[in-house]
């Protein structure tokens, strides 16, 4: 005997749309959850790449400090060839050799280099000429965010770690030009804490 056929009653739908109403939310809900984790990945990835740079670029500039003390802007005296611990704008100021100048400008191959702390972050200042006038200003680059601190620690060539260098203040001729055995750079990061870079400075 043949049976008339039979649709849908509109319970069975109702039923239906909300099944695929509660799959869309979950779905849509596990979708947004994945994007948040892609976003969070990717920002911890370009994080730990900036700091890499930055730890990078400290360490190649220590690692090729260079013994010529600079001469003041005003008057004759003369700054030693590094200055760390005893500055309020500089946490550390050196001299350094290796600045290529493949361009072939008129400018040495020595720079002066000052590591300085504030509120936007850490930054690198670096002169054209080093021994400057008060109207040279610094090139700035900022090397890192998110900066707590920036400490320097100095191994004498007695094998003491100090805290300043020159460690007799900067007078007499040899500490003009003395260079540690090597730089300690302790960076406190507001997301990591603290991290530790060992450099030992040639010479």
Do not use: C
């Amino acid at each position: 005997m043949h049976r008339p056929a039979r649709g849908f009653t509109l319970m069975e739908l109702l039923v239906a749309v909300a099944i695929f109403a509660v799959v869309g939310v979950l779905a849509l809900s596990g979708y947004t959850e994945l994007q948040q984790q892609s976003v969070y990945a990717e920002q911890r990835l370009e994080r730990i790449r900036q700091v890499q740079r930055a730890v990078q670029t400290i360490a190649q500039d220590l690692s090729q400090v260079e013994p010529r003390a600079i001469r003041e802007p005003l008057g004759d005296t003369r700054v030693p060839a590094i200055v760390g611990g005893v500055s309020v704008e500089y946490t550390l100021r050196f001299t350094r050799a290796g600045w290529s100048n493949t361009a072939g400008l008129p400018r040495p191959t020595l720079q002066r280099v000052g590591f300085r702390l504030d509120t936007e972050g850490l930054w690198r200042d670096h002169w054209n000429v080093l021994d400057r006038t008060l109207a040279e200003e610094p090139t700035r680059r900022k090397l890192l965010e998110g900066v707590n601190s920036v400490t320097f620690r100095f191994l004498s060539a007695e094998r003491n770690w100090v805290d300043r260098w020159p460690p007799d203040g900067g007078t007499g001729e040899t500490a003009l030009d003395a260079r540690p055995a090597a730089i300690e750079v302790i960076l406190d990061l507001q997301d990591w804490g603290e991290l530790r870079r060992l450099i030992e400075v040639a010479g």
